[in-house]
């Protein structure tokens, strides 16, 4: 019975009821973490594909189109019924034990689906984007080595810092945007990118209808240039947007070509080439399919601009932080229970502290004695920080060793060292580094200092010497 038209059909029934009542179980518990959303997300995804699969599947039995269905139900009615039915049931039964050999309820671990999705190792199992072979491929499209990994992950969407928009640069927004999807997918597993994109091409297309769409049928913008860099270059932690100097000029822009230019002589030139002209001829509907790749990264980048983040702070904390550590801060965070946290601080119980005197290991206050000789009453601020607090002096001087300080340092173009220690305001910084600039430039020697005398006596310096020497008006 269990090869037969029915028993499959009955099967299939079973196999997708339970899906869905397991998926239900499981849209109705929380999440106690990252990791374990992105499990969640992934499972109901493989169920809801075998309940779709086991739904062709019937479909299919259903239509039956070599009408073997309509035997086995012809077989169930008659003057043979009784006899067929009881020749099905000796099918069924074990010879030895006399027991049915099949069971009508699905089991768990049969239906169930076991769903593994493969990350790479920079990726820390979706807490972070990988472009490292893809921001190779930007730096042999631009010949330069000028911008590093962290600066890429922030700006890989900034389409105008591309020279010229060719077929190889074509390939590359491919690359970017295949991964940027594939990323989507494996984070998002229930909203597949086919829905974004599906949207995306329904913006776009209107856009380009109306003709709209900036860096080829309207020219740039300078002021929107700078937002999108400033976007980019923001850090509320420290000293706040930043716009690069170097920011090309809109009107030096060709967009039937897609190609800069250094000066309007130049773009002037281009315009009444051979180039320009054949470009003219295509239409700027040429263009088309390269606007829309960049439509598509720049939504992604918006949909994964937490993981982009994460992903610039990860960098940061690997060039001032050991390996050991930074595994080790990824840990506690993948591990991390909001929902038992919250259960854990409604147990624990109110300790009265009105001083706010840190805790010890064992969850109540220090000793006082101890809190006033660690100067944990005093808070220093740090302006270059951006006017962050720090508590007690022992962990002042130590904030000026640390990566924050120093990024702040770097920003402001300032060596962090010895000479700026204890110095909190940007002010004060700059105008030191103004000083030990000016006494560097003072302390390196000059030829001209140099005194000579000639054989009188006379003391001359160093070129006027040379020249009263070489006009035989004195002796040496």
Known sequence: MSDTILEQIRKLHSESEHLRRICSATRTRDA???RDQLTMDE???????VIVENTRKLKKLYEDEDEVFLEEKQLMAGKNVFH???????????????????SLA?????????????WSGPEWQGRFIDLHSIYLEFIDLIKSNETNYKEYLKTFHHFHKIQHKSEKYKAYLQNVLNYLTSFWNKLHPIYQSDKVIEACAEDFN????????????????????E??????????DMMGPQIPTDLPNPELFCLMTQKWFRNEGSLKGHMSGKKYKRAEARGIDYHKPLAFLESQISVFQGLLEDSVKATVEFVEKRQTKSYEEVVREIEEAENEDDSDAEADEEETEVIYNPLKIPLDFDGKPIPYWLYKFRGLNRYFTCGICGGKKYRGPMAFERHFSEWKHAHAMRILGI??????????????AMSLWTKIKDRKKDAVWNPADEEVEDAQGNVFNRPTYENLTYQHLINT
Do not use: H
């Open 32 to 34: 106690r973490g990252f």
């Open 43 to 49: 499972t109901l995804l493989g169920r809801c594909k």
């Open 84 to 102: 067929n039915f009881y020749g099905k049931v000796q099918e069924l039964m074990d010879r030895r034990t006399g027991v049915a050999t099949i």
């Open 106 to 118: 699905p089991k768990p671990e049969e239906v169930d689906v076991q769903v593994s999705t493969r």
């Open 206 to 225: 209107r856009r380009w209808a109306a003709e709209e769409v900036e860096g080829y049928q309207v020219p740039l913008d300078q002021a929107k240039l």
């Open 227 to 236: 937002k999108l860099e400033q976007r980019s270059n923001l850090d509320d």
């Open 415 to 428: 060596p962090n060292t010895k000479d700026f220690m204890w110095i909190t305001e940007i002010k004060d």
